[in-house]
């Protein structure tokens, strides 16, 4: 017997598996820390950049990140996951180097460009990698706890790292960007030593990534009638766009107009961050806690629901009241986002281009979201933020309320992960082949 395939303890792993984990947090903690989050407008703004400049690149940003997302997933899964964790890795080491290099408004286009193109990159691949990777050593039952945990390890070196910035740059100005290129380094080492999976039958590992455009263009289409054929498929992505949207838009383009509507002074505004961030870390961290009396996809939707309770909350609260419901937001959005990954994953079918799926629902979850922050915009500039909060929780239940009435009705049912392995019962937990909850894989039925 190989030695990667003895087990580790108790835990069920095998070596081979327990190293794709550690990888893995190392490579999402390290790709993800851009130290120059906390800064990057202040450091836009003394290079000598516009307001309509700076937010001008961040639209282009959102736009180039949405046009990246489908040929990148086609790329994976044609070159192979841990490739193309490593290519994402080399593009964002050069990406933070861009604005040492000319800090202008050219270089720092570059800059975003480069980020969409090397996010885009690994968007997708990275969860098919673990996806792949510990169902190919038979722990796919970890996966759901491995990707938590990666939030949460990535969320909390955040937490760490970030007040440093501002003394950091006292030292030496272009230290954020600096760092965020080391970090990126630090990533494409943990890529370079992910283990080659076992296997290729997870589309983790393409053999025949030299045979042309048709490839692409055939993986493009099985990805597009994999999601047409499928109604579970595609319900399950539409589901966790309002998870995206509103933890995208509360906690990115309304954080700091909530705050100053409700008179907290901006000196506290990143002791509010932190502790969302320390909620979201310790929700993400620890999916098992919900209870398993519900099935996963009813979780999303009562989570959903919890996020747009929380924000319609907050018009009627005073500021330690906003506060707190700041960080309930930001753990139901910690529970929330690896449970919706593991949803989508099990919907995947094994032998389609699971790279390349993931790519599509990133595409439309960013395409809400556009839209919803222009609608935002128009909002806030009518001085009308409580309306902003009520409509967006008023659509999220109508969304799920929708969502909820497709399942029931039997228009759209759960299918089950293959030959062998029974159906989930309806509204029920997925039951195993061992005949245990919770274990199933649900697998799209395809015509292709």
């Not at 939707?301 to 909350?313: F, N, Q, R, V, Y």
Request: glycine fraction near 10%; charge should be positive.
């Amino acid at each position: 017997m190989r030695a990667a395939s003895s087990k580790a303890g108790t835990t069920g792993l095998t070596d081979t598996a327990r190293r794709i984990i550690h990888l893995n947090y190392g490579f999402q903690l390290l790709f993800n820390l851009l130290w120059w989050m906390p800064v990057f407008y202040a450091y836009q703004k003394a290079a000598g950049l516009s307001d309509g400049q700076i937010f001008g690149i961040q639209s282009i940003y959102y736009v180039a990140f949405c046009l990246f997302e489908i040929p990148t997933g086609l790329i994976a899964d044609r070159i192979g996951t841990r490739n193309c964790l490593r290519a994402g890795a080399v593009v964002m080491t050069a990406a933070n180097l861009a604005p040492v290099v000319s800090a202008s408004y050219t270089g720092f286009l570059v800059h975003f460009l480069a980020i969409a193109a090397g996010r885009s990159l690994t968007s997708g691949a990275a969860s098919a990698y673990l996806y792949d990777g510990l169902r190919a050593e038979k722990c796919g039952e970890h996966y759901l706890k491995a990707e938590g945990t990666a939030r949460a390890l990535g969320l909390v070196a955040k937490v760490v790292c970030w007040p440093l910035v501002g003394p950091l740059m006292a030292v030496a100005h272009p230290t954020p960007y600096v760092l965020s290129a080391a970090s990126a380094a630090g990533s494409l080492v943990c890529a370079v030593a992910l283990p080659r999976l076992a296997g290729a039958d997870g589309g983790s590992e393409k053999t025949d990534a030299g045979r042309g455009g048709g490839a692409f263009l055939r993986d493009a289409g099985t990805a597009l009638r994999c999601v047409a054929s499928s109604r579970w498929l595609a319900l399950v992505m539409v589901q966790g766009v309002a998870i995206f949207t509103l933890s995208r838009i509360c906690q990115v383009n309304l954080f700091q107009p909530i705050l100053l509507d409700h008179g907290i002074a901006e000196a506290s505004h990143g002791g509010v961050m932190a502790a969302m961030t320390v909620a979201e870390a310790v929700a993400s961290a620890r999916p098992q806690w919900l209870s398993r009396r519900l099935p996963p996809v009813a979780w999303v939707s009562i989570l959903s629901l919890a996020l747009a309770g929380t924000l319609a909350a907050m018009t009627f609260g005073g500021p330690w009241a906003v506060v707190v419901l700041l960080c309930l937001f930001a753990a139901a959005t910690g529970f929330a986002y690896p449970i919706q990954r593991k949803l989508v994953n099990d919907a995947v079918p094994a032998d389609a281009p699971r790279a390349t799926l993931l790519s599509v629902e990133s595409i439309v979850d960013r395409a809400v979201c556009a839209l919803a922050a222009i609608a935002a915009g128009a909002y806030l500039a009518a001085g009308r933020l409580d309306a902003l909060l009520w409509h967006s929780a008023l659509a999220t239940a109508v969304l799920i309320g929708v969502f909820q009435l497709l399942l029931r009705s039997g228009m759209v049912r759960r299918e089950s992960a293959g030959p062998g392995v029974p159906p989930a019962p309806p509204g029920g937990t997925p039951v195993g082949a061992d005949g245990r909850p919770g274990t199933a894989r649900s697998r799209v039925r395809k015509q292709l």
